[in-house]
């Protein structure tokens, strides 16, 4: 699995302004050019602002959870930004004054509302001017080892509320009133009571006495995108200059991407600035929110695009294939991709850019937990995927919060609107049923769009009835993968749900149809194109395939690249296979694909028997999960894995 791209920390906050900055440690307002601080925030640093629907979760949480009036550290009249964390759903760092107050998660544990503010040490200290429900007050004796991290004891406790829950978070004061700690309550009140020795709450957060660092001073988005304004200046003439440049390397039309999210708005913005003349695509995948594609309509119709406007609509319905054939796509399975939007840029470069084309795409190394890979390709890459297509990311290297400063600022300037999806509290926007939401964005999905939420709900429990999955297999999410990472076995475990294995597609008899001849891109490769009848585990595909040549495997779009010298094969998660080369006839591609498919079916169909393992002599194959799998560096090739595996009875 890729890890975590570990970007660096680019909010800075001046103390006098009391905004955010944009990688600078200087105040570049003009009347200020006082010296910033780093703002203490977690990786991967992709910050942005909060909107109406964040704040208004954010002040109802902390109201259910601490009481009335205490939902007022959250000052409206301030800026305040919001930064992701890593967490097995989602959960935001919540930063006001410069300072992380706490944080805002959805947990999928919780019952009724499961949103929930969990106060850092700054965020507690504020709220003890307005009275929280949950506290404890403790002898001096305590004091000291509490603030070194000591969980608290029943003997030190002096006094305490009448509302403490069980697992609720819990103040911890000194006899004077002064916070030292933020923990969980491992018992109620009444529970405390009765309690005279043992542990009464598991310190989280631990410090001496101090008094929060509220700053003077109020301002809004405005103010911030005034006072950045030379920063964002900066970082669009850098943008500028790499597409000047590209533009230049590459004697190829010129095309952008255009998702109708905030990143390719900004890249539509700075192709406009570049005075370039180019094209924009929109892929309608069938699934994508009304306001999406009204939003997309809207920006073309304002920019006067409409003649350079090119949109192609999936041919598949989703739910359609999603019922007959796939079932619901996976984050390791996502056919999606592949039969709803890839097909159709090929479709679409194909017809109106047969010699090549030089798209730009908005794409940031900051915006997933996953683009670690992404981000060593560099700024440009030919798209090993679509021969044609070399790819350009102009705001790799950008936050979200800069992304968001640049449209307030040209918002104001050209009057347009931006998604109106973000202002719901969704971070990111794409199709409806996408395995990569979050919880949280389908509970927003369940809020704001019923009739959507009921259309995939629908689709998931015909799914889960006809394989008997458990409930919680929607309600959970664990729907969202194929294979579930230890994240989501752990808490299968954890509520002690019996483990069952997902089925998507018809994994019995895997059969496989193809076709083979000149490449109609006019570049001088021959092409075999095949499909096989089910999806496949593209991770041990991946594994099994690395004895051919370099591999890249890209999940999060289900694609599978296989390059030796001057061939190049290409996988899906939904079965299409793609072999290309220059050096090889129709006949030796035939043959290429003779020599692929045995290890596909080993790795698709592997019922861990462990035959193979004891007949390879080079020690190159182990078991796994109860599979085979192997080290690509070990094997000699032999096949005699292949020749006497029992499953295999597959031959092209």
Request: glycine fraction near 6%; hydrophobic fraction near 40%; aromatic fraction near 10%.
């Given at each position: ?33 006082k010296d910033t601080f780093e703002v203490k925030i977690s990786p991967p640093y992709d910050c942005r602002p909060a909107f109406k629907d964040d704040i208004k979760r954010i002040k109802d949480s902390i109201a259910a959870q601490f009481g009335m009036n205490c939902e007022k550290i959250i000052d409206e009249k301030k800026v305040i930004v919001l930064n992701k964390v890593p967490y097995e759903d989602r959960m935001d760092e919540v930063i006001i004054d410069g300072q992380v107050l706490g944080n805002i998660r959805y947990n999928v544990l919780k019952d009724g ?141 010129k095309l952008l991407s255009f998702s109708g999210g905030k990143d390719s708005l900004v890249l539509l913005l700075l192709l406009m600035k570049a005075k370039l003349d180019f094209g924009v695509f929109f892929i309608d995948t069938g699934i994508e929110f009304p306001e999406t594609i009204e939003h997309v309509e809207e920006i073309i119709k304002k920019f006067g695009l409409e003649k350079k406007f090119l949109k192609y609509t999936a041919k598949n319905d989703f739910y359609d294939v999603a019922r007959d054939i796939f079932g619901p796509p996976a984050r390791d ?320």
């Amino acid at each position: 699995m890729p890890s975590l791209f570990l970007g660096r920390n680019q909010l800075y906050w001046c103390s006098d302004c009391n905004v955010p900055i944009i990688d600078a440690k200087r105040c570049p307002n003009p009347d200020c050019e006082k010296d910033t601080f780093e703002v203490k925030i977690s990786p991967p640093y992709d910050c942005r602002p909060a909107f109406k629907d964040d704040i208004k979760r954010i002040k109802d949480s902390i109201a259910a959870q601490f009481g009335m009036n205490c939902e007022k550290i959250i000052d409206e009249k301030k800026v305040i930004v919001l930064n992701k964390v890593p967490y097995e759903d989602r959960m935001d760092e919540v930063i006001i004054d410069g300072q992380v107050l706490g944080n805002i998660r959805y947990n999928v544990l919780k019952d009724g509302d499961k949103w929930e503010f969990l106060p850092k040490l700054e965020g507690a200290r504020r709220m003890l001017q307005f009275t929280p429900r949950t506290w404890i007050k403790v002898d001096a004796g305590a004091v000291p080892r509490i603030v070194k991290g000591a969980n608290l004891l029943a003997p030190g406790i002096v006094d305490y509320s009448k509302e403490i829950k069980k697992n609720d978070l819990t103040f911890i004061l000194t006899e004077s009133g002064k916070l030292i700690a933020v923990g969980i309550a491992l018992g109620s009140s009444s529970e405390i009571a009765k309690q005279k020795r043992g542990l009464v709450v598991r310190v989280k957060y631990h410090d001496t006495p101090r008094p929060p660092k509220i700053l003077n001073g109020h301002a809004d988005w405005n103010d911030v995108v005034r006072i950045n304004d030379k920063i964002l200046n900066s970082k669009e003439k850098v943008a500028l200059k790499f597409i000047q440049k590209a533009s230049r390397k590459f004697d190829l039309p010129k095309l952008l991407s255009f998702s109708g999210g905030k990143d390719s708005l900004v890249l539509l913005l700075l192709l406009m600035k570049a005075k370039l003349d180019f094209g924009v695509f929109f892929i309608d995948t069938g699934i994508e929110f009304p306001e999406t594609i009204e939003h997309v309509e809207e920006i073309i119709k304002k920019f006067g695009l409409e003649k350079k406007f090119l949109k192609y609509t999936a041919k598949n319905d989703f739910y359609d294939v999603a019922r007959d054939i796939f079932g619901p796509p996976a984050r390791d399975f996502r056919w999606c991709c592949k039969v709803l939007k890839l097909s159709n840029v090929n479709d679409l470069i194909r017809d109106h850019y047969p010699d090549g084309v030089l798209t730009f795409v908005g794409n940031r190394k900051y915006e997933s937990f996953l683009r670690r890979d992404e981000a060593r390709r560099g700024k440009i890459a030919r798209n090993s995927y679509i021969p044609q297509q070399v790819s350009a990311h102009p705001i790799n290297n950008w936050i979200a919060l800069l992304v968001w400063l640049y449209i307030f600022r040209e918002q104001e300037r050209n009057n347009f609107n931006f998604n109106p999806l973000y202002e719901l509290g969704y971070e990111r926007v794409g199709c409806i049923p996408c395995p990569a939401n979050k919880l949280a964005d389908i509970e927003i999905l369940k809020t704001h769009f019923p009739e959507k939420y009921d259309e995939l709900w629908s689709l998931l429990r015909e799914h889960a009835e006809k394989n008997e999955y458990p409930e919680e297999w929607m309600t959970l999410g664990f729907w969202r993968w194929k294979k579930l990472p230890k994240s989501q076995t752990n808490l299968m475990e954890k509520l002690q749900i019996a483990p069952f294995k997902a089925k998507y597609g018809k994994n019995d008899d895997i059969t496989m149809n193809y076709t083979v001849g000149m490449s109609p891109c006019k570049d001088g490769s021959v092409v075999l194109e095949g499909h096989f009848n089910t999806g496949l585990d593209l991770e041990r595909v991946s594994n099994f395939l690395e004895i051919f040549g370099k591999t890249m495997l890209n999940l999060e779009h289900g694609i599978l690249n296989v390059k030796e010298d001057l061939t190049s094969i290409t996988i899906f998660s939904d079965g299409s296979l793609n072999i290309r080369s220059y050096n090889h006839d129709e006949s030796e591609l035939i043959n290429d694909l003779k020599k692929i498919v045995p290890f596909i079916l080993k790795a698709q169909k592997c019922i861990g028997c462990g035959l193979c393992i004891e007949l390879c002599t080079s020690q190159a194959i182990y078991l796994k999960d109860e599979k085979a799998w192997m080290v690509a560096e070990n094997c000699t090739k032999c096949l005699e894995c292949i020749k006497k595996c029992p499953i295999l009875k597959f031959s092209p």
